[in-house]
């Protein structure tokens, strides 16, 4: 019996993750999507996951970690950001991609992995980042996507030098 485990599918990255920073609609700029994981931490993160599959393009595999993980069909409007990181074990590369609804409906596929997912302004990011409630990672891809929201995403942030206004007392999650 070959046993499913989110665990288990991180060890078959090709050491790229890819992410979606998901807006209701092409113009909606206000509320992005984020999923709550079922294990572990339990803390909110953008959609994503790794490469599962040899040759599986990078906006393949974002698109289709979303639909496992929440329940919508996205379409892809731009690539955001390429970056690199040392950080051990992994290390890796991940991409941002800017998307959008296109389909389905909020019924994440796998209760154990995400248990759910909603729609937040980045204030409301930014306030569940303070308490401990998202990854620091998916802060940082959540604040780069925002700051290019407006504009060009070829715009460089740089990923350690996020605003330490983000980053008071960092509190634990209930």
Known sequence: MVKSSTKANHNNWQGIGCFSYIRKDPV?????????HAYGSKKWSLPGGGIKA????ANA???????EETGYEIGIMRQ???????KKPEGGTVVLFDCYVIGGENNPKDPQEISKCKFVTFEEAAEMFKWGKIFETQFKLIYIADNCK????STIYEWENIPQRY???QKKAD
Do not use: C, H, Q, T
């Open 167 to 169: 980053y008071p007392n």
């Open 150 to 153: 407006y504009g060009n995403p």
């Open 28 to 36: 909606d700029i206000k509320e992005f999507l984020l999923v709550k």
């Open 54 to 57: 040899k040759g599986e393009p």
């Open 61 to 67: 595999a974002a698109i289709r970690e979303a639909k």
């Open 80 to 86: 955001l950001a390429l970056l690199s990181f040392e």
